[in-house]
């Protein structure tokens, strides 16, 4: 058994109309019917054009959003047969990543605050320790901050220091799984090479699992061991990662490369 297992996962959402009776007149499919499996310490790109359903997947996998049918079986366990407050206190094995590190720090928070609130999800013990200051200098070492800072405030960082912080606090609870959703697309292109090679020193050294979604299959060849391409709710390609960028096999992943400058898509 892998260890992340999607069957058949299905989340679809029901579109009302009628002007005195609401009634079903529509069902959007945002993830229809999605089969995949990923392997401890692999990184999963998963890749597709914005609408797709890359990140209403990702939230159903989290359990943010229940799923229609199927299941989401993490470490041999079924996360969708599970009762809301048991999948409330699994949430601390899998954790996200977002687009804009801003937006996801409370801007109230010192990075200390911030970091230290996450470890004692994980470990309430330290709560009251000393070892607490420790453990946060260590996450800020891990992602290759300067612990000096750790009494600022979010907006005193680039976004670059940012989405480290975002980095280190999806790591403080020690998951099992982390989910990266379009981490790198808010940064300028030197900085998101910064971001990758962050990412893969972390799968190196702590044998991290990860599903890294976005939009661009060259940021996603660079980083993941596998692809899968995704259109109108389903995985129409997959595959290890130079195989699909250098021999593509659905017409929609031809188009995706395609659009890459100074890249043409091999049939």
Do not use: W
């Not at 359990?63 to 999948?87: C, H, M, R, W, Y």
């Not at 009251?128 to 600022?152: F, P, Q």
């Not at 280190?168 to 292109?189: F, G, N, Q, T, Y």
């Amino acid at each position: 058994m892998a260890f992340l297992e999607l069957h058949d996962l299905k989340t679809h959402f029901p579109v009302k109309g009628g002007a005195l009776i609401s009634k079903t007149i529509d069902t959007i499919k945002a993830v229809d019917g999605v089969d995949l499996s990923i392997e401890k310490g692999e990184i999963l790109g998963l890749v597709g054009e914005s609408g797709c359903g890359k990140s209403t997947l990702s939230r159903t996998v989290m359990q943010l959003q229940p799923a229609t049918s199927g299941k989401v079986i993490l470490d041999g366990e079924d996360l969708t047969a599970l009762p809301k407050e048991i999948v409330r206190q699994r949430r601390l094995d899998f954790q996200m990543v977002f687009q804009d590190p801003y937006a996801s720090l409370n801007p109230r928070m010192t990075i200390f605050s911030t970091l230290a609130e996450a470890i004692c999800q994980r470990h309430p013990d330290l709560k009251k320790s000393d070892d607490l200051t420790g453990k946060v200098v260590e996450l800020m070492a891990t992602v290759g901050l300067d612990s000096r800072h750790m009494r600022k405030y979010p907006h005193e960082f680039s976004g670059g220091q940012r989405q480290r912080i975002a980095i280190a606090r999806a790591l403080a609870p020690e998951p099992k799984l982390v989910i990266a959703d379009e981490p790198v697309s808010a940064l300028d292109v030197s900085i998101q090479s910064q971001i990758l090679n962050l990412l893969l020193d972390l799968k190196a050294k702590l044998g991290l699992t990860m599903i890294f979604i976005s939009h661009d299959l060259s940021v996603v060849r660079y980083i993941a061991d596998n692809i899968a391409v995704m259109y109108a709710g389903k995985i129409v390609e997959y595959g290890e990662a130079d195989e699909v960028f250098h021999n593509p096999k659905d017409d929609y992943t031809k188009r995706l490369l395609s659009a890459i400058p100074h890249m043409k898509a091999t049939a």
